[in-house]
Nanobody, 125 residues
Framework: QVQLVESGGGLVQAGGSLRLSCAAS????????MGWFRQAPGKEREFVAS????????YYADFVKGRFTISRDNAKNTVHLQMNSLKPEDTAVYYC??????????????????WGQGTQVTVSS
């Protein structure tokens, strides 16, 4: 089992950047595929990005390609989401997720097993 804690959210102007972090507990962090999701008010939760256990493979939702970058540091049990060129429509609660039995590409279509509590990102126009 793994516990996930997100940080790094906040208020930023459109065009700005934020870097989200997800700290994971557990000895087997490096065996988990990881991902980020978001949920805006009144909308369903949606997939944002995912990364393989090694960090060598990533997958992004079309609406963040070229703007967001997911990365991980297995030595520090952390995963990051660098968000650039933020838009007001990126406003949402962002959640970190993990699963040891899913391929990173499956995060877009299958609900991962473990979730953090979320961090609020607000982009003003």
């Amino acid at each position: 089992q793994v516990q996930l804690v997100e940080s790094g959210g906040g208020l930023v102007q459109a065009g700005g950047s934020l870097r989200l972090s997800c700290a994971a507990s557990g000895r087997t962090f490096s065996s988990y595929a990881m991902g980020w999701f978001r949920q805006a008010p009144g909308k369903e939760r949606e997939f944002v990005a995912s990364i393989s256990w090694s960090g060598s493979s990533t997958y992004y939702a079309d609406f963040v390609k070229g703007r967001f970058t997911i990365s991980r540091d297995n030595a520090k049990n952390t995963v990051h989401l660098q968000m650039n060129s933020l838009k007001p429509e990126d406003t949402a609660v962002y959640y970190c997720a993990a699963d040891y039995s899913l391929d990173w590409r499956d995060f877009a279509i299958v609900t991962p097993r473990y979730w953090g509590q979320g961090t609020q990102v607000t982009v003003s126009s």
